[in-house]
């Protein structure tokens, strides 16, 4: 035993002396590094508040800086257009905006009036043109607060019924109406897809950006340095990094225990937000809006039974390429799926992430699996199924971030007031 202990410890330093391969390994090790203090000085702390204490010690300044085409701004003046294809350009999916009537002295909390976000663009532009249902005539009254930019979820909810059929023609009608080419962006500024721009500082903490991105919903966070900003932290580029630690005694703790060993999935099978392959495609987009999610299940008549995904990175198709859908007669999910497929596959453009496939795990897979294949693939979600092919639930990067440290007690006091929402469960 005495033998089989001196190997583990050879082992260990022998770990320890090797190289990161990554800048993100480095940053693993700075988190191994607080973990073995705390272990050393006897700290008698759960996992959990372990993992927490070392990701408030570790300043974002520390986080690997993602590449320049990345860290995009957009200004207030652009018109919704030319928004869309910056972002396409660039294959992100939002970007803070710059008030183009911001005095030169502006701090950056005066800078910058939100972040656009493609599929806020396209959710925005959809509505325009929706085809009404019979039970939601559109008024011109209503028509007109939108196009000053007047909509929220209150005001202009679409209601419980189904989206209406679209004609594959209607997505190329969209691009070439004025309200597309002339609308600014600012115009659209505190509509229902609108985000805030909220922004960190370089010796804000790790945990704190864990939380945004987790329990806050915030899908990226700018990090803003003298006055501009210098990185933008994203819930893929975290899980990047979890990737890289793998190997890492902190990181093994907590990656070898199953799905079910951490709560996965969060929603009960019955809760799934999905939608059938034979309706509407702007049923799912409304869905995603409704429920502010990134993406949901296409099934089968069944309902149990997921054939594909769609998610918000979609979306930008119905804009981007509208001739996809040009021949339909009218655009189901399962429709759209098969011809964004085969669109990308004849511009030689499929990837992981762009191919609408859905990957799909069990209860019983390991969170390190999990997030190897997320990172992999690129991708933003995985489906909990059965033996039987049946979808028991959904596992996001939020999920998972979830899962890595929680909040303290009174962590932001009135930090969000009047900026976010705070989650039900909040105990700020």
């Known amino acids: 035993m005495a033998t089989l202990q001196a190997m583990r410890v050879v082992k260990e330093e022998e770990r320890r002396c090797q190289s990161p391969r990554s800048p993100e390994g480095r940053l ?40 320049s085409s990345q860290v995009i701004e957009i200004r207030s003046d652009t018109s919704l257009a030319e928004a ?82 679209t004609p594959g023609s209607f997505f190329e009608a969209l691009i070439t109406s004025e309200i597309y080419r002339s609308t600014k962006v ?22 704190t950006m864990l939380l945004l991105l987790s329990k806050y919903k915030m899908k990226s966070i700018p990090i803003v340095d003298e006055g501009k900003i210098d990185n933008i932290i994203t819930q893929s580029s975290v899980i990047h990094m979890l990737a890289e630690c793998a190997g890492l ?39 995603m809006r409704k429920e502010r999610i990134g993406g949901i299940p296409i099934v089968d008549a069944s309902g149990k039974k997921a054939v594909g995904n769609i998610s918000l990175r979609d979306i930008c198709f119905l804009l981007t390429a509208p ?49 190897v294949i ?13 033996d039987e092919g049946n979808l028991e639930g959904v596992i996001t990067l939020r999920d998972i971030i979830s899962k890595l440290v929680h909040e303290p007690r009174g962590y932001f006091g009135d930090f969000f007031d009047g900026v976010l929402p705070s989650p039900p469960n909040s105990r700020v």
């Open 84 to 165: 869309v294809r910056v972002l396409s350009e660039h294959r992100i999916l939002g970007a803070p905006v710059f008030d183009v009537d911001a005095p030169e002295d502006a701090n950056w909390m005066e800078k910058y009036i939100g972040v656009v976000e493609f599929a806020g663009i396209v959710v925005w532009i959809l509505y325009q043109f929706e085809p009404p249902s019979s039970r939601s005539p559109k008024t011109g009254a209503t028509f007109a607060l939108a196009l000053n930019g007047v909509t929220s979820a209150v005001g202009l909810d679409l209601g419980p019924e189904p989206a209406a059929a």
């Open 323 to 371: 001739e996809i859908y040009h021949d339909y007669r009218f655009v189901t999910a399962k429709g759209f799926v098969m011809a964004t497929k085969d669109y990308l596959e004849k511009n030689h453009e499929v990837t992981a992430h762009t191919m609408c496939n859905m990957v799909t795990c069990k209860k019983d897979n390991m969170m390190e699996e999990l997030i």
């Open 186 to 207: 600012r115009e659209i500024s505190g509509s229902f897809r609108w985000a805030p721009f909220l922004a960190l500082q370089k010796e804000d903490s790790f945990l």
């Open 28 to 67: 693993g090790m700075k988190v191994e590094n607080l973990w073995d203090g705390f272990h050393q000085q006897g700290t008698k702390l759960a996992p959990i508040e372990k993992l927490n204490a070392c990701f408030e010690g570790i300043p974002l300044s520390a986080f690997p800086t993602c590449p």
């Open 374 to 386: 997320l990172d992999s693939k690129m991708i933003h979600r995985l489906y909990v199924v059965d």
């Open 249 to 287: 005694q902190w990181f093994e703790d907590w990656g070898m225990k199953t799905l079910s060993q951490l709560g996965l999935p969060l929603m009960a099978t019955d809760k799934i937000i999905k939608v059938y392959e034979d309706e509407p495609v702007l049923q799912a987009f409304k869905l």
